[in-house]
């Protein structure tokens, strides 16, 4: 099994924005940089913007472009960074990070879909417990290799 650098994760949010990260997975942490909100990839912008605009999806479409190419943009500076580095912390008050040693319990439920991502194709579910008993849910968007961001967190 190869060891895996990071992974992308949906944090599902009722009252806000949901929060799309990348993240990495250094030798003692997990942090998580920010990468977009609702409109992260072509599906998100399809089935959250476009498709609903109807008439207006062609200016639509700009705006899903843009959001699009902020996240692509974003993603490099984090890929230049070093993951929970002060300077990695402070680009965007939602990025974080996570002492493994904090890790009480981690369990991936491998479901394809959910009531919340729709049509989305997911890998799972990611479920993570810490010593403080604060538990973290992420949506493991696309195809990822569960077992390998199992084994990469543990």
Not at 31 to 52: H, M, R, T, Y
Not at 60 to 86: C, F, V
């Amino acid at each position: 099994m190869e060891q895996i650098k990071s992974f992308y994760a949906l944090r599902a949010s009722w009252l806000s924005p949901d929060k799309f990260y990348k993240i990495y997975i250094t030798q003692s942490e997990l942090c998580g940089a920010l990468l977009a909100k609702q409109i992260f990839d072509e599906f998100s912008a399809n089935s959250q913007l476009v498709a609903p605009a109807q008439l207006l999806a062609p200016l639509a479409r700009i705006w899903a472009n843009h959001l699009i190419r902020k996240r692509q943009e974003r993603e490099k500076l984090y890929d230049e960074m070093t993951p929970g580095s002060p300077e990695f912390l402070k680009e965007n008050h939602h990025n974080f990070k996570i002492q493994k040693n904090e890790i009480l319990d981690a369990y991936i439920d491998e479901k394809q879909r959910t009531l919340w991502t729709g049509s989305y194709r997911i890998s799972g579910i990611l479920h993570i417990r810490l010593i403080n008993m604060k538990d973290m849910k992420y949506i493991l968007v696309g195809n990822q290799e569960t077992k390998s961001i199992l084994a990469a967190i543990k």
